[in-house]
């Protein structure tokens, strides 16, 4: 398309209310194809770039007309307010968030990209979540959403909006891989073969509903499930536009059951970036896992090692193996919070959650149940279990996120036996301490840990 007739496209009533009614309080992105390089535009002066109102859309098109502007892009979340980019920083200013999933693919195999959209769909579907529901050809490939309004506000208050999303798109991945790679096997060897990742971030943007794609002349048109079937890229061509304004559709709440479940499995966006977890892709390999990475050395990640010793830590002083493993993924995920926010993020919301009950019970005082150990105190969930937040860490939990990542580099139980052994050197009162523990137990070895498994393991069959 030459430019004029871009911009003819982008004054159509149609295609300027959909998209500024998408983009109504998201963080916008306009892209300007070149031969050399991508060239994307953020912000208007210091501002982030937005969109409000219908006449917005062409506003922005001249504001950077000098470099022909091309494809819009939105954020997955949607935020109270926009008015500067430390409002960008903020987690507790996303208001809303759409679970989003990127299906890509080739644009001659596009009928197997709709196989993949299908089985999302239908595990959605298994979770209760069917009328908010909607997909958009994103140019290559898919998109799949679910409207950022199928939560309820009673789960919005308890959670953020982008840990709600981030957890449902991840679960919804795990369930659907095996078959994504079924299907995937016959583009393994393409340049672009089948894949489906999990992209909810706090920056990341998607292409916005009627959107021109960057190179190729198709637009972003949406559809719901129930037309899967009839879809043809006929339907995405500018000139023809069948597109379903149904995208709105949503029934609030309707979303919450499979949430909840996903954000028990999962434990959110926040919790995760801490963790450590790598955001899933499903389908066929990137090339570079096809070829295959030279040997790695083998090293345990500061978060497993914290967790690790903790765990030993209180199991030494207490003699409790579950709640030593709940303690030890508590106290990680608590040290790796702080060191990447100082503790600043989420005290916000942290005590409207504790207001919260005061006004809703009625009541003078609620109290919180904790546990010292030593000086460091960890709270507790009713069931026993220590927590952070609304965010319980269970004994199963730790399995998955400590002991499942040193198993691939150590045989857990010989990690976990050298990590008793070597805690159980240090006197009580320096378990007991918190800097204490962490300058003399912890700090010494947390980049070196196996060098004392070794050891460990050398004096216990001295010792035998």
């Given at each position: ?48 770039l937005k969109i409000e109102e219908i006449d917005d859309v062409e506003a922005v098109l001249r504001r950077f007309r000098l470099f022909k502007p091309r494809t819009f892009y939105a954020t997955a979340n949607v935020y109270n307010k926009l008015d500067s ?327 857990y139980e010989q990690a976990w036996e050298a990590a008793l052994r070597y805690v159980s050197k240090f006197p009580r009162e320096v378990l007991l301490d918190q800097r204490g523990f962490f300058e003399k137990v912890y700090k010494p070895v947390r980049d ?17």
């Amino acid at each position: 398309m030459e430019y004029e007739q871009v911009l003819g496209y982008y004054s159509r009533s149609l295609v300027k209310r959909e998209i500024s009614e998408y983009c109504r309080g998201r963080w916008v992105a306009l892209e300007s194809p070149a031969e050399e390089r991508r060239t994307f535009f953020r912000y208007a002066g210091r501002k982030p770039l937005k969109i409000e109102e219908i006449d917005d859309v062409e506003a922005v098109l001249r504001r950077f007309r000098l470099f022909k502007p091309r494809t819009f892009y939105a954020t997955a979340n949607v935020y109270n307010k926009l008015d500067s980019k430390e409002d960008l920083e903020d987690p507790n200013n996303i208001a809303l968030s759409t679970p989003i999933w990127d299906i890509d693919n080739e644009l001659e195999r596009w009928k197997q990209t709709l196989e993949a959209a299908r089985l999302i769909v239908d595990e959605l579907e298994r979770g209760g979540v069917v009328r908010s529901v909607y997909l958009k050809w994103s140019g290559r490939g898919c998109h799949v959403h679910v409207h950022e309004k199928a939560f309820s506000p009673e789960l919005l208050e308890k959670h953020n909006p982008l840990d709600l999303s981030y957890s449902i798109v991840e679960y919804v991945l795990r369930r659907v891989g095996d078959r994504v790679k079924e299907i995937a096997k016959s583009s393994k060897e393409a340049e672009r073969p089948l894949a489906i990742e999990n992209e909810m971030d706090l920056k990341r943007v998607f292409t916005v509903p009627l959107s021109l794609h960057r190179t190729l002349n198709l637009a972003a048109v949406c559809f719901k499930p129930d037309e899967i079937d009839e879809f043809s890229l006929d339907w995405a061509e500018p000139l023809e536009l069948r597109h379903n304004e149904g995208w709105r559709e949503h029934e609030v709440g309707e979303a919450d059951d499979l949430a909840k479940r996903a954000l028990g499995e999962i434990g959110g966006y926040f919790r995760a970036r801490v963790v450590g977890m790598v955001r899933g892709r499903v389908g066929a390999p990137k090339k570079e896992e096809k070829r295959g990475a030279g040997k790695r050395v083998k090293k345990l990640g500061r978060f497993q090692v914290m967790g690790l010793l903790q765990a030993a830590r209180y199991y030494v002083l207490r003699g409790d193996l579950k709640k030593a493993k709940s303690f030890g993924l508590n106290r990680a995920i608590f040290y790796a919070w702080a060191k990447r926010t100082g503790g600043r993020v989420g005290r916000r919301a942290a005590r409207a959650r504790a207001a919260r009950p005061l006004v809703e019970a009625g009541v003078k005082e609620v109290r919180r149940l904790e546990e010292h150990v030593g000086d460091e105190v960890a709270y507790l969930s009713e069931d026993g279990f220590f927590s952070i937040g609304d965010q319980v860490q269970r004994p199963e939990d730790y399995d998955r996120q400590i002991a499942g990542k040193i198993d691939p580099v150590i045989p857990y139980e010989q990690a976990w036996e050298a990590a008793l052994r070597y805690v159980s050197k240090f006197p009580r009162e320096v378990l007991l301490d918190q800097r204490g523990f962490f300058e003399k137990v912890y700090k010494p070895v947390r980049d070196k840990f196996l060098e004392v498994i070794e050891k460990e393991q050398k004096q216990a069959r001295l010792d035998i």
